[in-house]
């Protein structure tokens, strides 16, 4: 089959490999239908990611066809339309039994080595799944597959953000950074919020969050469309989607007294200089999150299946996967917000 390598650093090549197989009882083999490239896959990409293996087939966004099933897998079956989990988790280490899947101490991302133990990810025409009934979702009927490709992560992870924001119906919400995440962010608080402000230095991003009900503004104009929407307090909830130190500190800047900064852009500066003044005398709370598709997937499904949540406008690029090196160059660069490739 082919599949897309990460060969080495900055060089992704769409290779032939050998078709995956069952291995364990609990594995499935899908046959991908569309999968995206994630700012994740950008990590590995630079050689950013300690340990990663050469060779890794990437890809953590997918959906396809279950193709076959291991002996004890009872929740999906052979002919399926499924999107799977970004991660796995294995449902018995004392996380996942207290229900916190994101942090499984067993877990590993798919597309991914290094970090964790290595597992072959989905930007392939064939996937091999382990943990099948924990791992995969049928999805409705109805739903099509631009829009479920996002329940497996961004969509989880931009509305486990809103959730940890503590957004109250009729706040002022502020979204820092409108990539991917950010705009799946932005389709949820704008459910709840009086006001969504997203900001962004992208003109195209900023013009995709308008198009989904933000007010966009340039960072430069940040601080008094805020003062503007809040009479000054600052926002009640800001959702910092970045994942850079400098739009971190922004968003404590743009938050108000009490108020809380969720943070769900990947970070890992180890030495970050918290203005801990600021922080104690405005009380604010700063929570990162994960994001947790094996909880939130069904609701989310839902709603995407009643009409009530669109996340396919963001898909704003389709490439056949054997243009995946050109691809990944393109969201690199920043010429697309985001890539779904179509075996
Ligand atoms: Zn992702
Ligand atoms: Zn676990």
Redesign the pocket.
Known sequence: MKAVVLVGVGDVQVLDVPDPVITAPGDAVVRVTAT?I????LFPYHGYTPGFENGTILG??YVGVVEAVGANVRNVAVGDRVVCT?TTSCGRCPHCMAGRPSQCLDRSLFGYSGVYPRLDGGQAERVRVPSADRCLRRIPAGVSDDAAVFVG??LP?GYGAVVRSDLALGDVAVIVGCGPVGLMALLVARRLARTVIAVDGIAERRALAASLGAHAVAPDAALAAIADATGGLGADAVIEAAGSAGALTAALTYVRGRGTVSVVGAHFEPDYPLNNGLMFEREITLRFTIGNPFGDRDRLLGMVAAGELDPTPVATHHIPLADAAEAYRMFDAREATKIILVP
């Open positions: 995206a994630c700012g994740a896959d953590h966004e970004s992560d961004i992870t």
